[in-house]
């Protein structure tokens, strides 16, 4: 009887810590860029080179990290909700494409400024992309 | 040598018009929509590529997988690691043409609804695709915008059974773009 009653505490307890992670998981939260520390520290210019010279093994090495940049303010652009800027790399074609986490960063910043921004590296289009980008000095 | 230096210089004239034609942007926004019994989930970037060239009424869009946000950020990893496999196929891209194009006048605002045919590539799988599209003129930029569905199973992407609830089969696409021209 009292077998019984402890592999059911067992079992009931497995389900709630079960339910509880899942749970957990489903609503676990983005990553704090404001918090996490940069993977790599790396120049505009480096890092579009980079991705230029070989976009397959600058993709292993950049995507999904967190990348602290440092660069000159190209342009900046607003579109509705969405706030990005470009870094000036030394390529008149290609940029580091900033899409900031909060448009209100723009306060800090004018255009031919230098910058340092944290972002999440999501690949190489014309520009390399961070999102999720914050201004950091 | 007078007429050959006229015919030169009206050639010069017809390759500048040729080159103003073209409209671009790099942060164009692009957004899917799943509605589904469990639960709809939604996804926005807003830094996707295009390039119209109004010259020839051809247009080309690109997006980084990567670069999708959404609400809930399992949802994103699953979205990029199982269903996308976004390591192995980081970007999707469409390729087209504006049907029965007879040229749009970029000097005039106005709205003009064309239809697109081109084709799309996901997750390495390209399929034929055409949707109604707007475009705006105005003062001299471009706004264009259109929405279209795309099955998820054209795509050979698959959907475990323990989720298929929770994901629709048609996926709603958005693109919303503002272009500038592209200054040579």
Sequence with gaps: MKKKLIIGLVIAAAFLIGGVYGYMQYNKPHLDIGKATADYNIDAKDLLEDFQKDEVAAGEKYLDKVLLVNGEVKKISIQDEKTSIMLKTGDPLSSILCELEDPGDLEKISQGQQIQIKGVCSGMLMDVVLVRSIVVN | ?184
């Design chain 2, 1 to 184: 040598m007078k007429t050959i230096a006229i015919l030169f210089f009206a050639f010069f004239l017809l390759a500048i018009q040729t080159d103003a034609q073209i409209y671009y942007t790099r942060t164009a926004k692009v957004t899917f929509f799943s509605e589904a019994p469990m639960e709809n989930i939604e996804a926005h970037n807003g830094t996707a590529n295009m390039v119209i060239d109004f010259s020839k009424g051809s247009i080309e869009s690109a997006v980084l997988i990567k670069g999708f946000k959404f609400e809930k950020a399992l949802m994103q990893e699953h979205f990029n690691e199982n269903y996308m496999e976004s390591h192995k196929y980081p970007k999707s891209v469409f390729v087209g043409q504006i049907t029965d194009y007879n040229g749009i006048d970029l000097e005039v605002n106005g709205n003009h609804e064309v239809n697109v045919k081109g084709e799309i590539t996901i997750h390495g799988v390209t399929q034929p695709l055409t949707t109604p599209a707007t475009i705006k003129v105005k003062d001299g930029s471009v706004q264009t915008h259109c929405k279209f569905t795309v099955e998820v199973a054209d795509f050979d992407i698959s959907i475990p059974g323990v989720v298929r609830d929770n994901i629709a089969k048609e996926i709603e696409v958005t693109i919303d773009a503002n272009l500038n021209r592209l200054e040579q």
